[in-house]
Nanobody
Framework: QVQLVESGGGLVQAGGSLRLSCAAS????????MGWYRQAPGKQRDMVAI???????RYADSVKGQFTISRDNAKNTVYLQMNSLKSEDTAVYSCYVDPKFGLALWGQGTQVTVSS
């Protein structure tokens, strides 16, 4: 059984940084893409950043230049470095994994709260 284990969320002051991690454990095989989504209270879940197996990345316009996504293919782990955090970045951040075979997987979510 594959599990996604997220870590790194928490409370940070505006202007601070956080690094989220998401590790896929179990027999997942090859992975097409990994990424992060977020959902703020009362809003829909939106894509934050995606990274494909070849290393290409895609970011939401709102986080370009502020967040950086990376992955360690050997560890089936994806990271999200978040800098210059603002109150509007407050949300539940969920990890997303798209395996080559099988259904997409979601993490349980980790809360990021930015205090002003």
């Amino acid at each position: 059984q594959v599990q996604l284990v997220e870590s790194g969320g928490g409370l940070v002051q505006a202007g601070g940084s956080l690094r989220l991690s998401c590790a896929a454990s179990g027999s997942i095989g090859s992975i097409n893409a990994m990424g992060w989504y977020r959902q703020a209270p009362g809003k829909q879940r939106d894509m934050v950043a995606i990274i494909r197996s070849g290393g290409s990345t895609r970011y939401a316009d709102s986080v370009k230049g502020q967040f950086t996504i990376s992955r360690d293919n050997a560890k089936n782990t994806v990271y999200l470095q978040m800098n210059s955090l603002k109150s509007e970045d407050t949300a539940v951040y969920s990890c997303y994994v798209d395996p080559k075979f099988g259904l997409a997987l979601w993490g349980q979510g980790t809360q990021v709260t930015v205090s002003s």
